[in-house]
């Protein structure tokens, strides 16, 4: 493993990790915290949409996928806050639109030469410098809004109605978490693509969420844990030459079923003796 580290691609693998466990880490933990894997996965499946229409106009695919998905992040904001009873519908369309418009912009794009699959299923060992500085922005974006705004982000994931009584602008956490769901997808596209992105960004969090004492340390716990997963799921794609993506999911369900029977197992024990 240490011979590949000095070529470029596998640098550049190993700094996507390190930045996409950022993204997962912090919004993971308020995406499961607050109750919105859903939503988490209509935004990423919405974001293809910016892909095809990328791929379509001629124009740099990040950057497109980036104000795409968070433009619909913010419309999906607007329009479940006003139909709360059919929220679920909603992103079920949204979900849909977005996938079905990325196609189509696909097919009616000319001779085109994108490979599809690098962004259903990933290609962390395909991400070029550039990506990675965009990357690494949309982690400063986040970071910058999450400790700013740490308090009333506390407030509101654990007690919406003492939020309300201290005058926290509750109206604006939604809009605000979706947008910054948007650049966590968008980051994490690159990392595991559209259709296993859900998988790493609910997955840490979830495993950590009984034990972690406060939301502070569920974000820094779910960082260290999608680390550690990522970079074993790449050492078993590297020496078994599997896909990567595929191997760091993996990797990331095997740990959660391992918790929860050694948490059976350990419950039934209990109440035996």
């Known amino acids: 493993m240490w011979e590949a580290l000095q070529y470029d691609f596998m640098q550049h693998a190993l700094l996507a990790i390190v930045l996409g466990s950022i993204a997962c ?34 124009w740099p695919l990040l950057p497109t996928t980036l104000a795409f998905t968070v433009g619909g992040a913010l419309i999906l904001a607007k329009w479940t806050q006003q139909n709360r009873e059919n929220s679920d519908r909603i992103v079920s369309l949204l ?28 290609s962390i060992l395909a991400i070029p410098a550039s990506d990675l500085f965009w990357m690494a922005g949309l982690d400063c974006f ?3 809004l999450v400790l700013g705004g740490y ?52 997955i840490p969090p979830s495993m950590l969420e009984k034990n972690a004492s406060s939301l502070q340390q569920l974000m820094i716990g779910s960082t260290l844990l999608c680390f550690a997963m990522c970079l074993i799921g790449l050492i078993i794609s590297y020496y078994g030459d599997t896909n990567t993506s595929a191997a760091i999911v993996g990797v990331a369900i095997a740990a959660y079923l391992t918790k929860t029977l050694l948490e059976f197992a350990t419950n039934r024990l209990s109440k035996k003796f």
């Open 25 to 58: 880490g912090l919004l993971g933990s308020i995406v499961v915290v607050n109750r919105m894997t859903f939503l988490a996965g209509g935004i990423s499946h919405f974001a293809y949409g910016g892909v095809g229409l990328g791929v379509f106009l001629g």
């Open 151 to 202: 308090k009333p982000l506390l407030a509101v994931s654990y007690d919406h109605e003492y939020a309300e009584l201290t005058k926290v602008p509750v109206k604006w956490f939604y809009p605000l978490v979706l947008m910054l769901l948007a650049c966590g997808v968008v980051i994490l596209i690159r990392l595991v693509g559209i259709i296993l992105v859900l998988a790493l960004l609910t």
């Open 142 to 144: 986040i970071l910058l």
């Open 95 to 122: 979900w849909a639109a977005g996938m079905a418009f990325g196609v189509l912009m696909m097919d009616l794009t000319p001779g085109y030469q994108v490979d599809l699959g690098s962004y259903l299923f990933g």
